[in-house]
């Protein structure tokens, strides 16, 4: 007759134990060795959650602890069998003198910085991915309630007689027309965009991955602001480089203009460029607010990313490839 996966699984059981050299463990369950002693030996206390009236392994558990820092099974005994183990070797033997007392045994050495900052890096990106996940949820969550509510709007529009549904279109008409040109331009826009240059970084100019702006999201600009009314050039230029990186800015120059149109997003500015040495060349750009800016990078002028990597204005002036910036050093 074939053995039973019940008696398997106790034959494996004890051999285990027999490895290990356990067999105090022999009492416990297959299911309690399997979930919590051998658990507790590969993986760090930050994996466990409690459920009720026991912890258990959180979903997305990673096992930290391997190799020399695998946790000693000795650490998981019974506290009162822990005391019982320390006071064997603080009692002096009867047979000896007090001065022939027994050391007790040496600490052990520290884990290495290395693995503990291993450990906590592991860590660290379980708690990050389980906050992605709940952030995730909590998506489809709004996007099913948002497709709940439209679907039910619909419902109630269709058993409408046809003079109130149209009487709804049309009051709801200006309100998608809004929708549809939110954020287009009305008229042309003058930006002025600052082409950075520093002794320390020869031909080289600053860039910054856009994250605030729909049209710009994920593109690569210089810094750049639009122009106040009654404000020159020049000044725009040092305002737009100070306020958008925290760097002083001297000398601008005109350098190219540049006309840029997208009609299909509403889009229509005219670009001035002006380049401007650093006041302090060894100065470099601080850190931006991340709703608008991922960083600012010195990128060489002859190695730029890719066209559809740029913003339109930028890639616009890179293809007349007119500008030699080590001219305005």
Request: net charge neutral; aromatic share 8%.
């Amino acid at each position: 007759m074939a053995p039973s996966a019940s008696s398997i699984s106790h034959e494996l059981r004890n051999q285990w134990l027999a490895n290990c050299d356990r067999q105090d463990l022999k009492g416990h369950s297959e299911k309690s060795l399997y979930t919590k002693v051998m658990c507790q030996l590969h993986f760090h206390d930050s994996q466990f959650m409690n459920a009720h009236t026991y912890q258990r392994l959180i979903w997305n558990a990673v096992p930290t602890l391997f190799g020399k820092d695998v946790r000693r099974l000795e650490d998981f005994e019974p506290k009162e069998a822990a005391v019982r183990v320390d006071h064997a070797y603080t009692v002096p033997s009867p047979e000896l003198p007090p001065a022939s007392v027994a050391l007790p045994p040496a600490p052990l050495a520290p884990a290495p910085p290395l693995a503990d900052s291993l450990r906590h890096y592991v860590a660290l990106c379980a708690e990050l991915k389980s906050q992605l996940a709940d952030k995730d949820r909590q998506l489809k969550a709004l996007e099913k309630c948002s497709d709940g509510i439209v679907d039910g709007v619909i419902r109630h529009v269709k058993i409408l007689p046809p003079e109130k549904q149209q009487q709804l279109v049309s009051a709801l008409s200006p309100f998608v027309k809004l929708s549809q040109d939110e954020g287009r331009s009305k008229e042309p826009k003058v930006r002025v965009e600052v082409l950075l240059i520093s002794r320390k970084h020869p031909g080289h100019t600053l860039l910054g991955l856009r994250t605030r702006c729909s049209w710009a999201r994920g593109l690569y600009m210089v810094p750049g602001n639009f122009l106040h009314f009654g404000e020159s050039w020049e000044a725009a230029a040092v305002r737009a480089a100070k306020e958008e990186t925290g760097l002083d800015l001297v000398e601008p120059r005109v350098c190219s203009v540049v006309e840029t149109v997208r009609a299909s997003e509403g889009y229509h500015w005219i670009n001035i460029f002006m380049v401007g040495k650093l006041a302090d060349p060894a100065a470099e750009p601080a850190a931006p607010n991340e709703a608008v800016c991922t960083g600012w990078h010195w990128f060489a002028w002859d190695a730029l990313p890719g066209e559809e990597l740029l913003f339109w204005s930028l890639r616009d002036l890179r293809r007349e490839n007119v500008l030699d910036l080590t001219a305005f050093q």
